[in-house]
């Protein structure tokens, strides 16, 4: 990777905070427990799954998922400013919570607004489509023989930070750039392979 930019390097480890309470890690991670919270997403039933979020963040006020998934539930039922301002003091906790950061970003996104419209105790990696992404696609290829799938790539650089291109842009990038060959280009991105262009030997 170019020392120009040092914040895309993968594939990494997305750090994922980590649940203080031990009652609260018994009890959610119990099926019935997960299972509610799948059922209200999957309905759609936002102002349902809101309630659900919203009483087990009264129950575990320390644990951070119980945060996280409130302040999302308020993200997918439109309530954005209140996940801004929910998720705000729990930002100032734990500033490097990229599960707080994304919810925010999301919200302020939703809103119109950008990344400076925060206050950040600290800043979030935002990552948009640019040469170093594409720099950073050619060295994970550069030593695999076997092609890699545009969502595989698009996937690893989720672990690094905030997206702000999708699937598409980055398909659409990697067939203009020469270093690399993309296979079953009528496919799209779901299908698309890509490789790193090989000099041949003389």
């Known amino acids: 990777m170019k020392e120009k930019s040092n ?11 980590r649940a203080s309470h031990d009652e609260y890690h018994h009890e959610f991670h119990d099926f019935e427990a997960w299972e509610a919270l799948v059922e209200l997403r999957e309905a759609e039933n936002y102002p349902g799954l809101v309630r659900y979020c919203k009483r087990r963040a009264e129950r575990f006020p320390d644990d951070p998922y119980s945060q996280f998934y409130l302040g999302e539930a308020y993200v997918l039922n439109g309530e954005y400013e209140k996940a801004i301002e929910f998720l705000s003091e729990h930002h100032k906790k734990r500033s490097d919570n990229m599960d707080f950061q994304h919810v925010i970003l999301d919200a302020l996104f939703a809103l119109g607004k950008n990344e400076n419209d925060f206050d950040w105790t600290e800043k979030p990696v935002i990552l948009r489509m640019s040469s170093d992404i594409l720099d950073a696609c050619y ?22 930070g905030y997206l702000l291109f999708t699937e598409e842009d980055l398909f659409k990038a990697l067939v203009q750039d020469q ?4 296979d079953n280009l009528d496919e799209g991105p779901l299908f698309a392979e890509v490789r790193v262009l090989r000099k041949r030997r003389r």
Do not use: A, C, Q, T
């Open 179 to 182: 270093r690399f060959i993309v």
């Open 7 to 17: 914040i895309i390097k993968f594939p990494g480890n997305r750090s994922k905070s």
């Open 139 to 160: 060295d994970f290829l550069k030593p695999k023989r076997k092609p890699r799938s545009v969502v595989e790539l698009h996937i690893e650089f989720v672990m690094e």
